[in-house]
């Protein structure tokens, strides 16, 4: 009889504990964020290059950034390996500035916005659970950056 009661606790504990761990999402380490918010501003900087005195679309796929890198870039750039087909990058432009998501393809989780106007990464949305890939940042940052 005792031994019934046991092995049942065992049992709700492994599914309690299996069923709370299973929602916990994914988590995102620091470096590995460090090391695409470095990746976001020099794609950024090399992106304005291939537009400067040119209109910029109001926005730039994951292709074309990289065809846009590999062809400005006479170096290989590693670091865009890290857009493994799950991590994704887009461009995308007010017409003046330019601003910049990363997103964990594979659970929609967004994960990084940027504005190049600015000197520091503007929002780490990987620290809160933040879904799609929709820029949401304002671009009046750029224009009060500006004044």
Request: glycine fraction near 8%; include cysteine.
């Given at each position: 009889?005792?031994?019934?009661?046991?092995?049942?606790?065992?049992?709700?504990?492994?599914?309690?504990?299996?069923?709370?761990?299973?929602c916990?999402?994914?988590?995102?380490?620091?470096?590995?964020?460090?090391?695409?918010?470095?990746?976001?501003?020099t794609?950024?900087?090399?992106?304005?290059?291939?537009?400067?005195?040119?209109?910029?679309?109001?926005?730039?796929?994951?292709?074309?950034?990289?065809?846009?890198?590999?062809?400005?870039?006479?170096?290989?750039?590693?670091?865009?390996?890290?857009?493994?087909?799950?991590?994704?990058?887009?461009?995308?432009?007010?017409?003046?500035?330019?601003?910049?998501?990363?997103?964990?393809?594979?659970?929609?989780?967004?994960?990084?916005?940027?504005?190049?106007?600015?000197?520091?990464?503007?929002?780490?949305?990987?620290?809160?659970?933040e879904?799609?890939?929709?820029?949401?940042?304002?671009?009046?940052?750029?224009?009060?950056?500006?004044?």
């Amino acid at each position: 009889m005792q031994r019934f009661g046991f092995k049942t606790l065992i049992v709700f504990l492994v599914i309690v504990v299996g069923a709370g761990t299973s929602c916990a999402g994914n988590l995102y380490r620091d470096d590995d964020m460090a090391r695409l918010s470095t990746l976001v501003r020099t794609t950024m900087s090399i992106v304005k290059g291939e537009y400067y005195g040119k209109t910029m679309p109001s926005q730039i796929k994951e292709d074309e950034i990289i065809q846009i890198v590999r062809t400005q870039n006479s170096r290989h750039f590693k670091e865009l390996e890290q857009l493994d087909g799950q991590i994704e990058l887009m461009i995308v432009s007010d017409g003046t500035y330019m601003g910049a998501i990363i997103w964990d393809s594979g659970n929609n989780r967004k994960l990084i916005q940027d504005l190049q106007c600015t000197l520091k990464l503007d929002d780490p949305t990987y620290q809160r659970e933040e879904f799609g890939n929709e820029f949401t940042l304002d671009w009046k940052i750029c224009s009060d950056q500006a004044q």
